[in-house]
Nanobody, 115 residues
Framework: QVQVVESGGGLVQSEGSLNLSCTAS????????MAWYREIPGQRRELIST???????QYHDSVKGRFTLSREDVGNTVHLQMTRLKPEDTATYFC?????????WGQGTQVTVSS
């Protein structure tokens, strides 16, 4: 089991930028993939980006070219750089990390984009 903690959400105007971070601990765990999902009330949680060691990040079509996911070389921290944000990006963003065949979730961080 790992603990997953997200940070960096907030309120931003349309076309603005935000950076989200996610850390899975303890750092001694050999984490496999990490991913970001987002959820709008009343809708299914949506996968927006994943990253795995030695594999290029994958993105949902709706965020390609605007979001960039990266992973630090040491430890289990990923960063989601979000640019050209749109009101439809407003959601709670959740990070998840896979370890030993299961994934654990963070509490989520709210991103609100005003028009």
């Amino acid at each position: 089991q790992v603990q997953v903690v997200e940070s960096g959400g907030g309120l931003v105007q349309s076309e603005g930028s935000l950076n989200l971070s996610c850390t899975a601990s303890p750092s001694t765990r050999s984490i496999g993939a990490m991913a970001w999902y987002r959820e709008i009330p009343g809708q299914r949680r949506e996968l927006i980006s994943t990253i795995t060691n030695n594999v290029s990040p994958q993105y949902h079509d709706s965020v390609k070219g605007r979001f960039t996911l990266s992973r630090e070389d040491v430890g289990n921290t990923v960063h989601l750089q979000m640019t050209r944000l749109k009101p439809e990006d407003t959601a709670t963003y959740f990070c998840t990390a896979w370890y030993m065949g299961r994934n654990d979730w963070g509490q989520g961080t709210q991103v609100t984009v005003s028009s």
